[in-house]
């Protein structure tokens, strides 16, 4: 019998590298060091309300962020994420508000506008071959634009749709349990990462997803219709970037045509600090919640300690740098 050399086996932080987990691990005890630092910091920050405004803004960012994993994961990436959410927003508007259509109406609008602009972006990069960078940024510019011209550069109000404030900002589970008011928004992102993970897991389009961002090429060359599966993912996270814009615009009440910009680094930012590797072929939506709530958390608290905007977006920008070298590192390890 041939001995067996300890050596030559992976180990197991090895293998946590491999795997990512290890990025998961830090990304969840940096969330709980956070919490700890702003509630010692600031008595203000663990207050009920608080804690329902931190879960609210990771509502809208948590969404957008899956939607980018989705993206990411090809190894393609997608700028647009942000004014998409917005130009959907400004679709229900018109659907609900202008046209005074039913409210089912209007969020299926939202959605299978999303869906068809992703579609649009994902044929962009797929078969015009355009870089990802490039192709949405276009589109980011695109959506940005016609966002105010359809809606003439004004804000569209939905105070004559009943019930679609309720969507993000009402709470079924607090009227089951009154000591749990979470809003829906929340338990809609739970559903949205929950499906998203499903289907990354358990699909074809999952399996696809993570094979394109692997080896692209070889997944042609074995007979895989990569085109077709790459605009796929495209537009599903732009049916999912529709149900950011319905989040935010409940939540708002109202659908603002410049809102939008400045979305997409939150959600890049959450993706990569969740593990999500820029390369493509590697990535959790487990890992993208957990870098969802570290950005809200830090933006929350930092709101609270009364640091100036100016440098709140500072770290912002530091949180990015960060978690891109920290992925590339992992990157050169495993």
Known sequence: MTAVNPSSSPSLVARLIETGAHQKLLAFASLVLLLIGFSIASPNFMQTSNMIAILQATSVNGVLAVAATLVIITGGIDLSVGTLMTFCAVIAGVVLTN??????????????????????????????????????????????????????????????????DLISRGS?????????????????????????????????????????????????????NTDFWKMSVYALAGSICGIAGILIASRLNSAQPALGLGYELEAIAAVVIGGTSLSGGRGTVLGTLIGALIMAVLTNGLRVLSVAQEWQTVVTGAIIILAVYADMVRRRKA
């Open 99 to 164: 046209l005074g259509m039913p409210l089912p109406l209007g969020v299926i609008a939202a959605i299978a506008t999303g869906a068809l602009c992703g579609l649009c972006s994902g044929t962009f990069i797929a078969k015009m071959k355009i870089p990802p960078f490039i192709a949405t940024l276009g589109m980011m510019l695109i959506l940005k634009g016609l966002s105010l011209v359809i809606s003439g550069t004004r804000p569209i109000y939905f105070n004559d749709t009943p019930g679609f």
């Open 172 to 224: 079924l589970i607090g009227d089951i349990f009154p000591a749990l008011p979470i809003p829906n928004g929340v338990l809609i992102l739970f559903l949205v990462a929950g499906a998203a993970s499903y289907i990354l897991g358990r699909t074809v389009l999952g399996r696809y997803t993570f094979a394109l961002g692997s080896n692209e090429e070889a997944v042609r060359l074995s007979g895989v």
